[in-house]
């Protein structure tokens, strides 16, 4: 799908360039907590895989609901399950 939109160009490090010549980069926010560091592990792993940048912004809970609210994130992951049926989540939806 990438391709399809015109991010088809890699830099030398072989991570995708936007159709006008910068690099794409996405910023993924997380909550502190003892499972931030694999989470990055494997959100980074993927994103090289697919040649996309990404960046981690890690900060308190409180702090990234405030920043949620006020509409700056680009992407979050906070959480939410522990129910392998996923019965959950769309009881919470």
């Not at 015109?6 to 159709?19: E, F, I, L, Q, T």
């Not at 697919?50 to 405030?66: L, N, S």
């Amino acid at each position: 799908m990438l391709d399809r939109f015109g991010y088809k160009s890699r830099d030398a490090d072989g991570y995708r360039v936007s159709p006008g010549g910068k690099p794409l980069t996405v910023t993924l926010s997380l909550r502190t907590g003892g499972i931030t560091r694999e989470l990055e592990t494997l959100v980074k792993k993927n994103m090289d895989a697919v040649g996309i940048r990404v960046d981690f912004h890690v900060t308190p809970f409180q702090e990234v609901i405030k920043e949620l609210e006020a509409g700056k994130f680009q992407m979050y992951s906070g959480g939410y399950g522990g129910q392998p049926s996923g019965y959950p989540e769309l009881w919470q939806l």
